[in-house]
């Protein structure tokens, strides 16, 4: 697998320098973004692409090669894979459409693939996929997008790994990162996945930078796989699953060639792997960051700081239903607030009321996040001041020091968070809802990895657990 | 209740200079943004503020004075409200806090209240409220906020009015609607409403300039008071309620003094009274603009548009969440939409894939829209491109023309959307999920205006409507 992510050579077949060539498109951030390895290309001229060497055929090329991108019209591509096979190319990604996606003629061109592949040994991504992401060698196969598109993702690589059955969702994924303080690892467009599949790759990503796996589904055809990889899996895997209705899974069918599935069945597959399922697209990017930036959840009894009375109802609501708990704060507690600031509310939710001191609101948090009968913190303090800022990015660190996750919301336009968040690089979320759901999200996996440690020892687990979350740097 | 929304005068009963004087800000603000009617000021040394003339009692002011505001200690407030009764004031904003929701000796001086109110025929807002944002007329009696906060408000002002118990979540919805194509009319924030409710006010935006009414309510006092007021109005109303736990309600209780409330017998009322009830308390301002910008939505039948495949799947599955229909297209609408453009799929989704051409979208709108199958349609370009907005600004006059609805997304970062939808005026919402429930409210709006006007006639009704979405002007 490894040379799907980091190949010394790879060669795009239907590179050329026609207009609108999409392999060129490939060939140009390669270059553009100073890729390390070498890039060849293969069209009907044999002609370079962007400097980069060009040749008629495959077999034409004078060295060994790691890696075959092919784009090129669909009935080619067996041939070409004939000729990866002959030359001893043993990683080929696909980006073609047309095979099962297509119908019945598209089915046959696919098995095809799987007898070439089959004979000579190759692992294959797609057909009709984007193929590979890989940030930390500034490798990547998405055709069609602008190279600029890749400067923050290649700057600053990360830790989520994506496997994506959509190029665009990709392209989607890593836009919306931009504005976040998680960032990229790898990401893996699987289109029809007729070789390849999130299985291999949840396998994969246990042995690399990768801390949080998210996975976007169209369809799944190995559920007992599947299975197997996550439940082996160390690292949080989350999905977002098309296909919750007839309609939904109608639609996705055209797309990549999945079968309908039932969703019961999805849904019975993860509960048994502990994979952690999602309500929107959203949560794909927006989640990921309360298991980088924070500890886990290891408890369900929360605390909720606000300045705005309001928020602190209509998180209580939310977490309610969410299936975490409002923390009975004790009295001790509750007289330790009221030292601390001019409180309206000392019980929870905990209300500062309009008075704000960095101090203050750095000593609330610390009396929560100490106290043993709270397990996490909401905290949604609702004032655009420095002092507020100064206080958040304390309570950042006190997370790791009391081993306990808050999740930030700052209830105002969408717009100012994002802001706010790239200048200070906070953790923040963009909602009441987006918050409470990192809580639950980090709790469940929390919940998941006890349950498989009555087998291996819970104390050397939970240990583990922190001592993953602790190597993540949050303030830079 | 007009005084409360262009009072001709004003007192603003404990505006001093004194340093963190929040009556001084209410000053500031009226002062800053020109209003034009007289502010006064009572203050223990009778000083002018910001030039307005200072009274040490509201009896000594030499005129007559529509509307008094009170920010004084809570155990004043009785006496002044007696005082304002002498002057002839009957209407009268009480912002001060530690009433009702400070338990039994606050409920007590909320009583004293009620008897003075009474006895001198007063109409009064509040305790513990911030009173009234009114755009047209520049007036504003919040406090603590900075006066440039009101400036696009009163600029641009629009045709939605809120009611809320919570002064913060009027100050939110401003803020977050800064960034949005619909705009604020009137907010009240009403407090414990004590006296005026959200029922007085459902009444009072059926004469204004008022097209949606959005409410966030802590607790309801009077069912059917809220119900028969909502019968009557002419105008879609949308609440985000706290409290549907036991716990929101009881955070929220601490807030504006309610009662817990069973969130059954609010549901109920809200389906009797034909109220739209919101999901989240971001809906409150995202959602409006369907009304402001669209016409009505007259069935359930939606033809999503998309360029990239995974966002029709993803469509697909909250539209039939939601209640809606994939509308299914007639073989001539496809042969249709198959000459418009190269299309990857032409039955519902439509996807058109990776070419993008103005006039190929603008055809494939115009299709969907006049299609007698489709009542509806979801756009979800996913492009950057200044074709695809040229594209959108022909859709939404479009949407006009054939009386039929769009809810548009730009599945890419919220950032970019929210540029985006500043720049170019455009109503776009900021989710998949956003633009679904969108149609979604829409379409309940119209079952349950058509259910009324079974009684009064339904041609007239269909009608009334579209006749009132014909007079708002999308684009600038």
Request: net charge positive; hydrophobic share 40%.
């Amino acid at each position: 697998m490894q040379k799907f992510f980091q190949p010394r050579s790879v060669v795009i077949v239907g590179a050329s320098n026609s207009l609108f060539n999409l392999g060129f498109t490939i060939v140009n951030v390669l270059v553009d973004q100073q890729f390390n390895g070498k890039v060849f290309s293969v069209n009907s001229k044999g002609e370079f692409v962007m400097g980069c060497p060009g040749f008629k055929s495959i077999l034409e090329i004078p060295e060994a090669v790691d890696l075959a991108i092919i784009l090129i019209a669909v009935r080619h591509v067996p041939g070409v894979m004939e000729q990866c096979g002959k030359k001893g190319i043993k990683n080929v990604i696909i980006e073609s459409a047309g095979f099962a996606e297509n119908g019945d003629s598209g089915m046959a061109l696919q098995h095809e693939l799987d007898a070439v592949a089959r004979c000579y040994g190759i692992r294959y991504m797609g057909p009709n996929c984007f193929g590979v992401v890989s940030a930390r060698n500034r490798f990547c196969c998405f055709f069609g997008g602008d190279p600029r598109n890749y400067d923050r993702i290649f700057q600053e690589p990360g830790t989520l790994s994506y496997v994506v059955q959509s190029g665009g969702i990709g392209a989607f994924l890593m836009e919306s990162l931009d504005s976040d303080v998680a960032s990229v690892n790898k990401v893996v467009s699987i289109g029809n996945k007729a070789d390849v599949d999130e299985a291999d790759l949840i396998d994969y990503f246990q042995h690399d930078e990768t801390e949080v796996i998210g996975m976007y589904l169209e369809n799944f055809r190995n559920g007992r796989k599947l299975i197997a990889s996550a439940k082996k899996s160390k690292k949080p895997i989350m999905v977002f699953k098309v296909g919750r209705t007839a309609e939904g899974s109608k639609a996705a069918m055209s797309h990549t060639a999945g079968m309908a599935n039932d969703d019961k069945i999805f849904e019975y597959a993860c509960r048994q792997a502990g994979i952690i399922r999602l309500k929107s697209i959203k949560e794909l990017h927006s989640l990921p960051k309360v298991f980088t930036t924070m500890p886990v959840l290891k408890g369900k009894r929360i605390a909720i700081f606000t300045n705005t009375g309001a928020f602190g109802g209509i998180t209580a609501d939310i977490m309610i239903e969410e299936g975490l708990q409002m923390a009975q704060l004790a009295n001790g507690t509750q007289q330790r607030l009221r030292k601390a600031g001019q409180l309206f509310n000392a019980s929870n939710p905990v209300d500062l009321g309009p008075g704000i001191s960095k101090q203050a609101i750095v000593d609330i948090f610390e009396i929560l996040l100490s106290a043993s009968e709270v397990d996490g913190l909401i905290s949604m303090p609702n004032i655009w001041h420095e002092s507020i800022f100064e206080a958040v990015i304390e309570l950042v660190k006190m997370c790791r020091i009391y081993q306990k996750p808050a999740a930030i919301h700052i209830p105002n336009s969408v717009e100012r968070i994002i802001s706010v968040r790239k200048h200070y690089r906070l953790p923040l979320f963009e909602s009441p809802e987006e918050a409470v759901r990192a809580l639950s999200v980090s709790y469940q996996y929390y919940k998941y990895s006890m349950k498989k440690n009555i087998l291996s020892g819970f104390d050397s687990k939970q240990k583990k657990l922190t001592d993953k979350q602790d190597k993540v740097a949050i303030i830079a």
